[in-house]
């Protein structure tokens, strides 16, 4: 990002400097569940595309629109995002889209934040793994 420690804006300014695509996905990097959603989060941008949409961007099962993750056409992005980016909140920028949102599990959501977090996520991926519904984990 630039500035360093400018926040998610101003690291998703600076990497749209070098993307050539059309879409671009944004994910956090503390929230490894996220797989398990992310092709439904690509067909909804796509789908919603066809008729006019920017993309697509996560709901909470509570309806919490979420931040991240998103899909997002690429010229949309950068059409708003704000001349000041540093400190700049990406749930604002996003939500001048219209981007269709799409339920993901509210474990497919959980941050790791802490040592506590990253034991929870460590614990659950032991118990899921070897269950088909999770493409994220290989079988034993």
């Known amino acids: 990002e630039s500035p360093v420690g400018g926040g998610p804006v101003s690291a998703v300014t600076e990497a749209l400097r070098h993307v050539t695509t059309d879409w671009v996905a944004i994910a956090a990097g503390d929230s490894p569940g996220i797989a398990p959603g992310v092709q439904g989060l690509l067909d909804a941008a796509g789908l919603h595309a066809q008729t006019g949409g920017a993309g697509a961007r996560a709901l909470s ?11 997002v056409r690429s010229r949309e992005l950068i059409r708003v995002l704000p001349d000041t980016v540093d400190g700049a909140a990406l749930w604002r920028v996003l939500d001048k889209l219209d981007l269709v949102p799409v339920v993901f599990a509210a474990e497919h959501l959980q941050d790791v934040d802490t040592p506590a977090d990253l034991d929870r996520v460590r614990q659950q991926l032991a118990s899921d793994h070897g269950r088909s519904d999770r493409p994220d984990v290989p079988p034993r």
């Open 61 to 71: 099962p509570n309806g919490h629109l979420q931040t991240m993750p998103c899909c």
